[in-house]
């Protein structure tokens, strides 16, 4: 069976993760149990259809607002923090009230990227949620705010958002927000124009995406076209679209589609390009970056000129060019400690304890 393209992908996606952001959520910023109920009301009528939904949904730091007597979002991080563990079990409560109109059961799952990092965890929650969607129930997922905070500090789950689309090997990722789409620039300033389409990243030079779209949200537009970039890069279809016109947009209909661009790589080399941090870095001459990067070449000891960071063998490192521009990631094979006597040497020369690849080419992924 060949897959459907363009749009209908989205309509027809056997399963598919979507994600509401906390404004989408809020009214004055204070959770809006009628909101919540629209995009409930969207996604069961999805369900019913036999199709998956993983939703991502903020939300908690709002919930949590009104039962600490707070007016307003606080600032700082505690307290946001605070806030989200308060209202993660009213948002997930409210939730479960909702989906149970329509006799739908609802799990919660809250992940950090880290998790997604830690192969470990990565395997527990892709395992957790395929037996939540086998066993017909609905994830809920979001940010562990309680140790995690990159979320309520750069994305409002926009990323996680990406990384779970792959994690569950959903065909669409849909990200609902308070504007229709992407801008050329700020939405209703004049010459800001609507763009139905994105038929690569690349075509978004000039585009500037830190100003087109929501000012409520923690995202904004830059990290939702950073979520679009992970998941069309992974050969998911993205469709971003305004979370009152959840409807049209589970129907693939409005809103800007981004194509997706690139094949499904590998859980570990997924999580090792965008879920890890690196430990350190390797300085590589530029014959070691044309070996790896052209040639698809595991990195030996002989192309490296300098190591900084602290690490332990099999370890996130990357691999940087003389400029200092990162050209890969990857395992690397040994500490930290160990490397600077063996950098520059020839294979050949070294003990043979030492003679294997410092990074192997089926532990590293281009950036
Ligand atoms: N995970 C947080 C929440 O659910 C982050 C979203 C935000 O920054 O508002 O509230």
Known sequence: MTRPTGRSAIAEAARAVVKVGSSSLTSKGHLDPQRLDAVVDAIAARAALGRQVVLVSSGAIAAGLGPLGLRTRPRDLA??????SV?????????????????????????????LHRRG???????????????????????????????????DNDRLAALVAHLVEASALVLLTDVDGLYTGQPG??????IPEVASLESLVGVDVSRAG??????????????????????????????????????GVGGTYFHPSGDRTAS?????????????????????????????????????????????????????GPDGVAVARGLV???????????GQRTSDLPAEYRRELVHRDDLVLL
């Open 79 to 84: 307290t946001q923090q605070a806030a989200a």
């Open 87 to 115: 209202g993660q079990l009213l948002l997930a409560e409210r939730y479960a009230a909702s989906f149970a109109r329509y006799g739908l059961r609802v799990g919660q799952v809250l992940l950090t990227a880290d998790d």
């Open 121 to 155: 965890h990565y395997t527990n929650a892709n395992r957790t949620l395929q037996r939540l969607l086998s066993l017909g129930v609905i994830p809920i997922v979001n940010e562990n705010d309680t140790v995690a905070t990159h979320e309520i500090r750069f994305g």
């Open 189 to 194: 300033r004049p010459g800001s124009e609507f």
């Open 214 to 251: 929501s000012h409520v949200g923690s995202g904004g537009m830059t990290s939702k076209v950073d979520a679009a970039a992970i998941a069309t890069s992974e050969g998911i279809p993205v469709l971003l679209a305004a979370a009152t016109r959840i409807g049209d947009a589970l129907a």
């Open 268 to 320: 570990r080399l997924f999580w090792l390009r965008h879920a890890t941090t690196p430990r350190g870095r390797l300085v590589l001459d530029a014959g070691a970056v044309a070996a790896i990067v052209q040639r698809r070449m595991s990195l030996l000891p002989a192309g490296v000129t300098a190591v900084s960071g602290e690490f332990w063998s099999g370890e996130p490192v990357d691999l940087v």
């Open 333 to 343: 094979g040994y500490d930290a400690a160990d490397l600077p006597p063996l950098l």
